[in-house]
């Protein structure tokens, strides 16, 4: 059984896996080459080597309650959506809650990880680390890689002719900070994920004209949805789930095309996708639409080629007296501390098993938490990874054969392609909730909902049909947290908390339009009385 257990990062992956290992009783020891927690969430005015980097104003696009870990609920009083700051201090308070600082060595660079000569039998991990200008080296028993994806840009130069002649300045997304410094400039961003629409729509409020260059478009959410609350608390119910599972796919496009175009024409606006019928990752941008009917952004198609200082695109247009480029072109991921044997991309597929564990391993020691891209929260999956992994650690789960874990692997991927699309950008991506409970079944922890019923209904119809959050998995199993049931149910209140700033005095409108509703509902009975008389 493995007891000593290195954890690489104290992000939010780190993080929750320091005390996942500490509830199954193991003894962690994480490696943080910085000098605080909160990796990606942790803003710094200067971008670092190695280091995930964020621009200011960065917002969590999934909700508090969708968001925060299954049995510690963020404070009713923090907004639904958490400036990257808020969400910093929640980590904060959970570290403290759990006293996780005392296993963290900060300002240490794992500088190799390599399997013990006797790996085949014990599963062992030599973890060597430099703090200080000083080397050494230790002996763990088992190892958690939490260091992310979104540290190594990806920058595909040679897809845009005519780079080495552009006079501008251009540079990555993960460079830009806030838009000080860009007023009166021709800006034109490249790409339209969740950081191209924020980057262009803040810069718009700044720059002379800002252009958005996309190949494929993209469906556009707000975070608002029915009834002004969170959207993931509306669209990721077990019920709305069951139905994309089991409907046919066209009905399913269909239906989500149409939710999606209430807020407004995508195809009026440039950005209807080429391919509407894959269930690519929508952006969520309250500002994005009206920033394109002022005109301050104006959506292009790919680029063509560039001047010294003019963009040609795919459609034959120009535009002139570009001063910036912005490439929003996402990640590559690499773990220079690992040998290149372990965590293997091959032909745009992740060689690792649930992205989780490589299965070419005689001993599953090692392990890779948030190497993945949901089509919701990142922060509970990564928690019922580090539940697992934890366990799988213990002995008190099993992983099956290497050949049955390729096969799962390479199944995975052929959905995954046929959701998706085959793109680089793609690689990590998967649906939310089925992946959340094909972890819960490894672990015991999804709840049964034929038993739950018989007790509990009323609990049963919120599980079911309302938003599926983390607190579900507490509910039965190992780690079963007594608060479980109470934070479902209470759920709305913590919604509203921060929303209800004002105090209003109740109305008499309510009843007005009740009496109101009755009175035009007895007009119709009325009416057709008198129409059956007639006849």
């Known amino acids: 059984m493995a007891k000593k257990v290195a954890v690489i990062g104290a992000g939010v992956s780190g993080l929750i896996s320091l005390k996942c290992c500490v509830d199954e009783g193991l003894e962690p020891t994480c490696f943080e080459r910085t000098e605080d927690i909160g990796g990606l969430w942790r803003f710094k005015e200067n971008v670092e080597d190695g280091r995930a980097s964020i621009y200011q104003s960065v917002i969590t696009n999934t909700s508090k309650e969708m968001s925060c870990f299954s049995d510690f609920p963020m404070p009713e009083d923090f907004p639904n959506f958490l400036h990257n700051s808020k969400l910093l201090e929640y980590f904060r308070i959970f570290a403290k809650k759990f006293d996780l ?48 994806h979104h540290i190594q840009p990806h920058i595909p130069l040679t897809s845009f002719p005519g780079i080495e002649r552009f006079k501008g300045q251009y540079f990555h997304s993960r460079q830009y900070k806030h838009p000080v410094g860009f007023e009166g400039k021709r800006i034109l961003v490249i790409g339209i994920g969740n950081s191209a629409s924020d980057i262009a729509s803040e810069l718009s409020k700044k720059a002379a004209q800002v252009f958005v260059s996309t190949r494929q478009g993209s469906w556009v959410m707000s975070r608002i949805s029915k009834d002004g609350y969170p959207w993931d608390m509306v669209f990721h119910t077990r019920f709305s789930s069951m139905l994309r599972n089991v409907l046919p796919r066209m009905v399913v496009k269909w ?63 120009v535009e002139e007296n570009i001063d910036v480029i912005i490439f929003a072109t996402g990640y590559t991921f690499s773990f220079p501390f690992l040998e290149d044997s372990l965590v293997k991309v091959e032909n745009n597929m992740v060689l690792l098993y649930k992205f989780m564990f490589p299965p070419q391993l005689e001993k599953p020691t090692l392990v890779c938490i948030g ?40 199944k995975r991927n052929k959905k995954r392609i046929d959701l998706f699309r085959e793109s680089q950008s793609q690689i990590l991506q998967t649906n939310y909730i089925d992946y959340l409970d094909e972890l819960a079944l490894e672990i015991g922890v999804k709840p049964d909902f034929v038993s739950l019923f018989l007790k509990d209904p009323k609990l049963v119809l919120k599980l079911y049909f309302g938003p599926c959050n983390s607190y579900q998995y507490r509910l039965v199993g190992p780690g079963q947290w007594e608060g479980a049931r109470n934070a479902i149910l209470t759920q709305k209140q913590r919604i509203l908390k921060p929303l209800k700033t004002r ?25 057709f009385f008198f129409h059956l008389q007639w006849l």
């Open 503 to 527: 105090a209003l005095k109740k109305s008499s409108s309510v009843s007005a339009s009740l009496l109101l509703k009755a009175l035009g509902l007895l007009a119709v009975v009325v009416a």
């Open 371 to 410: 190497l993945i891209q949901p089509l919701g929260s990142i922060f509970p999956t990564v928690e019922l990874q580090a539940r697992w992994v934890t366990r799988v650690f213990k002995g008190l789960c099993g992983l099956p054969s290497e050949k049955t874990m390729m096969e799962d692997i390479i």
């Open 101 to 148: 600082l005392k296993y963290i060595q900060f300002q240490t660079t794992v500088l190799s990880v390599k399997r013990r000569p006797d790996f085949s039998s014990s599963g062992q991990w030599e973890v060597c680390t430099q703090n200080n200008g000083k080397e050494q080296c230790a002996v763990f028993d088992a190892v958690m890689v939490c260091s992310g």
């Open 255 to 317: 239906m989500m095309e149409q939710q999606i175009s209430q807020w407004f024409n995508h195809e009026n606006y440039g950005l209807e996708p080429q391919n509407k019928y894959l269930m690519k990752e929508p952006v969520l941008n309250d500002d994005l639409p009206s920033r394109i009917l002022y005109g301050a952004i104006k959506v292009k198609t790919r680029v063509k080629e560039l001047t010294e200082t003019a963009v040609i695109f795919e459609d034959g247009t």
